[in-house]
């Protein structure tokens, strides 16, 4: 039975990741400070972590979802699921409920965000069909390549400042 609105209210589970990773998956630093950043949402909010590989961010472009987040929180059928960046700005996306992923309008986030294999997001479910999308780079591990990068601006900078808030105090 999926959860409709009402359930994201009040819903104590955080999500879907327990610390294991799918096959490909590494846990890297970044998501390390994946898990950091989500520990700080508003627990109200379901959410998980994904760490990017290949077919997420090349080729097919498929994003692939937790089933178990899916079964619970998403809608049963095929719909728009919105996916809003750090900046506020939104993409939309079409959910493939028997596949449990995302398919169109993934690619073009994906490329405007300019994701690489090793990057992690945490998807956070902030309405029945909208995600809030926070975006760790994989080169975080190297802070120099960070300042190198610019997507939407200032990416790099608000994910360090993110966590040196929330994860070092």
């Known amino acids: 039975m999926r959860h409709n609105h009402k359930s994201l209210q009040g819903s104590s589970t ?18 390390i400070h994946a898990e950091g950043l989500r520990s700080h949402l508003e627990p109200e909010f379901p959410s998980f972590v994904k ?43 079409k959910y493939i409920a028997c596949k449990t992923g995302l398919s169109a309008g993934w690619r073009q986030f994906s490329a405007v965000h300019k994701l690489l294999e090793g990057d992690v ?36 900078f608000s994910i360090l400042f993110f966590i040196f808030y929330y994860c070092l105090s």
């Open 14 to 31: 955080k999500g879907a990741t327990d610390g294991t990773y799918s096959r490909g998956e590494a846990i890297s630093s970044a998501v």
């Open 51 to 93: 760490s990017l590989v290949r077919s997420h961010v090349a080729s097919c472009f498929w994003m692939g979802l937790p089933v178990s987040f899916c079964k619970r929180h998403l809608p049963d059928k095929d719909t728009t699921i919105t996916l809003e960046d750090e900046y506020g700005k939104e993409y939309k996306t």
């Open 121 to 156: 997001v945490v998807f956070q479910l902030i309405e029945p069909t909208k995600f809030k999308v926070y975006i760790i780079r994989a080169e975080l591990e190297n802070q120099e390549s960070c300042t190198k990068q610019k997507v939407g601006g200032k990416i790099c």
